[in-house]
């Protein structure tokens, strides 16, 4: 089981906004980060320490938290964003990285 | 940019270790704030931190699978190995090596491609 719950599925009209979360109680000391999987590749990092982007990634995804939840959210969804989309931090000890289970956001 | 390539067998007997091998190239592993770890992904599943090692040869893994996990690191070769003991079918899955940057804040900045093994006799 993950100490990081994220809903297992999510869909987004072509355009629209769509925010996938991300709960944990790590989360109140931990930042969390987001990753995109698209079918047969590795995970990419689209959101650092909680709201930050890297180089490259588009400013329609932005992140963002409070408490216990983390947010990644999609501005104006485009067909390329349907993917798997997880988030990761630290578990509640601090020393082991924890994965969230994972949603899969479907543009429509 | 580094680039990270994950190598072994992609087919491993039950009750056998799974070795696998990450080659790190485009940089040296001892510049900068770096973990050097393992993940892992069954297929149609979530990702599975298996655990990580810095360049001073320092290991954690993960709990649930600590007791079976060895994580070795050579900095002279840049590459890096995980060692799974006692595999059974439900440690079929893709593999990762991963670059964790630890600046500051800590996430995956790197990813290898990734590689399958199925455990089956």
């Known amino acids: 089981s993950s100490e990081l719950t994220q809903d297992p599925a999510v869909s987004v009209a072509l355009g629209q906004t769509v925010r996938i979360t991300c709960q944990g109680d790590s989360l109140r000391a931990f930042s969390a980060n987001w990753y995109q999987q698209k079918p047969g590749q590795a995970p990419l990092l689209v959101i650092y320490d909680k709201k930050h982007r890297p180089s490259g990634i588009p400013a329609r995804f932005s992140g963002s938290g409070s408490g216990t939840t983390a947010s990644l959210t999609i501005t104006g969804a485009q067909a390329e964003d349907e993917a798997d989309y997880y988030c990761d931090s630290r578990d509640s000890s601090g020393y082991h990285v924890v994965f969230g289970g994972g949603t899969k956001v479907t543009v429509l | 940019q580094v680039q990270l390539q994950e190598s072994g067998p992609g087919l491993v007997k039950p009750s056998q270790t799974l070795s696998l091998t990450c080659s790190v190239s485009g940089g040296s592993m001892n510049s900068g704030y770096h973990y050097w770890s393992w993940i892992r992904q069954p297929a149609g599943k979530g990702l599975e931190w298996i655990g990580r090692?810095?360049?001073?040869?320092?290991?954690t893994s993960n709990p649930s699978l600590e007791s079976r996990v060895t994580i070795s690191i050579d900095t002279s070769q840049d590459l890096f190995s995980l060692k799974l003991t006692s595999v059974t079918a439900a440690d079929t899955a893709v593999y990762y090596c991963a670059r964790r940057a630890t600046w500051g804040p800590e996430y995956f900045d790197s990813w290898g491609q990734g590689t399958l093994v199925t455990v089956s006799s």
């Open positions: 090692i810095s360049t001073s040869g320092s290991a």
